[in-house]
């Protein structure tokens, strides 16, 4: 059985408006690293969002793990999908350190299991070093490395990255993607990541998934390759 | 199918943010109806007497008094603005931030400064005679006048259009007029071709301010004794007791401010075709030589000296000749009611305005819009409309309730709610709501949604990422939200005046009382204090431009 299940979703911002994602319908299995593919305005952030519960959608239904999070009649608003996220310009709290950063999501945890997350995720982005640095004393590459903590922390369920690489110099590229998908593989998440670039896609993930922009195809917008 | 799904996002939308933003409209709106149905009752005989012999005069000293102030102030305002954004000349860098303090004068302040400093007593006079053995023939130098009332409108007001038109200038127009310039243009032709269009939204916005705060005078013309509709008002409620005639007039007066109001809308909405792309490098101010640079100086000086300095100067000097004499014990009191009512008043503008700003972000819906921008609408309202209007609806609420009074053992026809600060701190509330919205829409504009989202799929939910997240990012926000707000409160007087409760006092009113009772040198240090008030909230305004 499929992990996540996107079953006939059609979204637009609104009433009147063309449709940004039309009847998508698409799955993946657990442990799965997913690509999405597509050109810019197809579509891409917005498919994430609904999968966040950033967005509501028209039609269609979404379920994770077997449990329905948005149809119909159901909408499980974001804090409750068990979804981590890293946004495309990462969105780190520009007031709280490294630390709090990364334990942001964690306010359920007991103090103690707090602290060995925190460090555990310390180490597997390699930032030890950084806790006390706020976001804005650190480069773009570690600032992405944070955002993943911070969203790999509570554990999610699924991860979703918007175009985690769009900000960073094409030198350090190369070097984070194999890191990245090293973390990913460790960590075990099913994960859907978002880029422009089919190289990234191609480094990091198992399969890819390509959008179009609605207007181009009657028939759904999304098709698999590989 | 899709009939399920219309309802749930409706349904999203009604929470407690939203019912916030509707009740603080709701505030806001009400009285202002209120004063409106004004319109449509039927009038008694003094009403009559009014509409026949006095109305007219009335709207034409309100009319006198927008249109020459207006012009003034725009002249000065626009003239000096790109003086000092256009060129360099000795003194610019400290007028171009000088300029702005006179927002810190209330005009009922300087009305009476002025016209006790051109009295037949007053500085002026005095030292012609001491000095230079010269007797003015009376009426030579009258600000008792109309014209007196514009002189001290259009020093006090011009500011706003100065300061709105400089930044507008500061920001957008490089390109341009370099352009300008480049090709040849001479000087004026760069003025009157290039600098005039482009700035027409800013300055039209700084015009549109003046003019709300002229209908909204009742000290300066009252204190000059010019006949306006805000005087008027006050004269039929408190002088023949006419509530009633004196809330046809405030309908009036608002059908003026609502024809003003549109008019700004519509301005607004033809802005956009200035390029706001270009942030680009500043504007290289062409350097001034000889006379030219020095008649740039004294304009400057000379409107500084007599928007700010003499003013200022002439209340410390009373202070100062007055010594401790005129520190009364009351002074106290009447800090101690300014501060309570304006922060009260305050507080609930910041709770009102944090509530609706962060609805208005959570659904962009046209609904929103149309609900915040009703919010902010109060401060395009007269003082003296609010006032009647609240009176109006706290009146009803205490008919209204008046059962329940008696079961709490009141006699018959208690007013309890229309005798109480709440109704003061109403009329505050809704005559600068525009001031503490507006500082919280900005912060929140400042700030990512992608913070508030990335906080909700970490786990949390839209209240504790309201107190996790936005509160600490908005802290700036909320403390030049509070202070604008507080400072304007604090130096209100035509609402203040009307709705205070039996025997209450502020600093404002108390400095306006001494001053209609020719008593000035007791005026000058609650005046002084007021002053130093708004200098607090004038250098918020300068600091939050520079960054
Ligand atoms: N908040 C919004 N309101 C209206 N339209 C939007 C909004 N956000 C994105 N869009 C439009 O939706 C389409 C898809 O956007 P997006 O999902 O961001 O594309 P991608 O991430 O693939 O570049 C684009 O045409 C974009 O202009
Ligand atoms: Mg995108």
Request: net charge positive; hydrophobic share 50%.
């Amino acid at each position: 059985m499929s992990f996540v299940a996107v079953d006939g979703v059609t979204f637009r911002f609104a009433a009147g408006q063309s449709a940004v994602i039309e009847d998508l319908s698409f799955a993946m299995s657990r442990g799965e690293t997913v690509g999405v593919l597509g050109a810019s305005g197809s579509g891409k952030s917005t498919l994430l969002r609904l999968i966040a519960g950033l967005e509501m959608p028209e039609r269609g239904s979404i379920s994770i793990n077997g449990r329905v999070i948005v149809d119909e009649r159901v909408f499980v608003e974001p804090e409750k999908r068990g979804v981590g996220m890293v946004f495309q310009d990462y969105a780190l709290f520009p007031n709280m350190t490294v630390a709090d950063n990364i334990v942001f999501g964690l306010h359920k945890l007991k103090r103690e299991e707090r602290r060995l997350r925190l460090e555990e995720m310390l180490e597997l982005v390699q930032l030890s070093g950084y806790v006390r640095r706020y976001p804005h004393e650190l480069s773009g590459g570690q600032q992405q490395r944070v955002a993943l903590a911070r969203a790999l922390a509570p554990q999610p369920s699924v991860l979703l990255m918007d175009e985690p690489f769009s900000n960073l110099d094409a030198h350090l590229k190369a070097a984070i993607r194999s890191e990245l998908r090293q973390i990913l593989r460790q960590a075990g998440t099913t994960c859907l990541l978002v880029s422009h670039d089919e190289a990234d896609v191609d480094a990091i993930c198992d399969r890819s998934l390509h959008v179009r922009a609605v207007e181009a195809s009657d028939f759904g917008s999304a098709e698999f390759a590989r | 199918m899709k009939k399920s799904l219309l309802p749930r996002s409706a349904r999203r939308q009604i929470n407690g943010w939203t019912m916030a933003s509707v009740i603080g409209a709701a505030v806001v709106l009400l009285p202002i109806l209120y004063v409106l149905t004004g319109l449509f009752r039927p009038a008694n005989e003094n009403w009559d007497k009014v509409k026949q012999f006095l109305l007219t005069d009335y709207i034409l000293g309100s009319a006198k008094l927008v249109i020459f102030t207006g012009f003034f102030a725009t002249f000065i305002g626009v003239v000096l603005a790109w003086l000092v954004v256009g060129y360099s000349f000795p003194l610019r860098r400290f007028y171009k931030w000088a300029l702005v303090l006179p927002l810190a004068m209330p005009p009922y302040i300087a009305a009476y400064t002025y016209s006790s400093m051109t009295g037949y007593t007053g500085v002026i006079q005095a030292t012609l005679r001491n000095r230079f053995d010269l007797v003015l023939p009376p009426g030579t130098i009258d600000v008792m006048s109309d014209r007196g009332a514009i002189f001290v409108l259009t020093l006090c007001l011009f500011p706003y259009i100065f300061m709105l038109t400089r930044v507008f200038l500061e920001r957008q127009s490089a390109s341009f007029i370099e352009n300008a310039r480049l090709l040849g243009h001479k000087p004026l032709s760069v003025f009157f071709r290039v600098v005039l269009p482009l700035a027409r939204p800013a300055i039209m916005a700084g015009v549109m301010l003046v003019l709300f705060e002229v209908l909204s005078d009742f000290g300066v013309a009252n204190y000059f004794g010019v006949q306006t509709v805000s005087t008027a008002i006050f004269q039929t409620w408190f002088g023949m007791y006419d509530v009633q005639s004196a809330m046809k007039l405030a309908a009036w007066l608002m059908v003026a401010v609502l024809g003003l109001f549109m008019l700004e809308r519509l301005l607004r909405r033809s802005r956009r075709y200035a390029s706001p792309t270009s942030r680009s490098n500043p504007l290289k101010p062409q350097p001034l030589k000889g006379i030219a640079a020095w008649g740039a100086t004294l304009f400057c000086t000379l409107v500084f000296l007599l928007a700010f300095f003499f003013p200022i100067a002439q209340l410390v000097v009373w202070a100062i000749e007055t010594g401790g004499t005129v520190w009364r014990s009351d002074f106290l009191d009447l800090t101690v009611n300014t501060l309570k009512g304006a922060g009260l008043g305050t507080a609930i503008v910041l709770l009102i305005a944090i509530l609706s700003s962060r609805a208005a972000r959570m659904f962009d819906s046209p609904f929103m819009q149309a609900l915040t921008r009703l919010l902010s609408a109060g401060y395009a309202v007269p003082g003296a409309i609010v006032a009647i209007g609240v009176l109006a609806v706290f009146i009803a609420l205490d008919e209204w309730l008046a059962p329940f009074y008696g079961m709490l053992g009141k006699e018959e026809g208690a007013l309890v709610l229309s005798l109480s600060l709440a109704m003061l701190i109403t009329g505050y509330v809704i005559r600068f709501m525009a001031t503490g919205y507006g500082a919280l829409e900005a912060g929140y504009e400042k700030m990512p949604k992608a913070y508030s989202e990335a906080s909700r799929t970490l786990g949390r939910s839209s209240l504790a990422t309201f107190f996790r997240v936005e509160l600490p990012l908005l802290r700036g926000s909320l403390l030049s939200g509070f202070v604008l707000t507080f400072v304007e409160v604090v130096k209100e007087l035509p609402l203040t005046m009307l709705l205070r409760p039996f025997n209450y006092d502020t600093l404002s009113t108390r400095a306006y009382q001494y001053a209609t009772d020719e008593r000035v040198f007791d005026a000058a240090l609650p005046s002084l204090f007021l002053v130093l008030i708004g200098l607090i909230s004038v250098l918020f305004i300068l600091k939050a431009e520079r960054s």
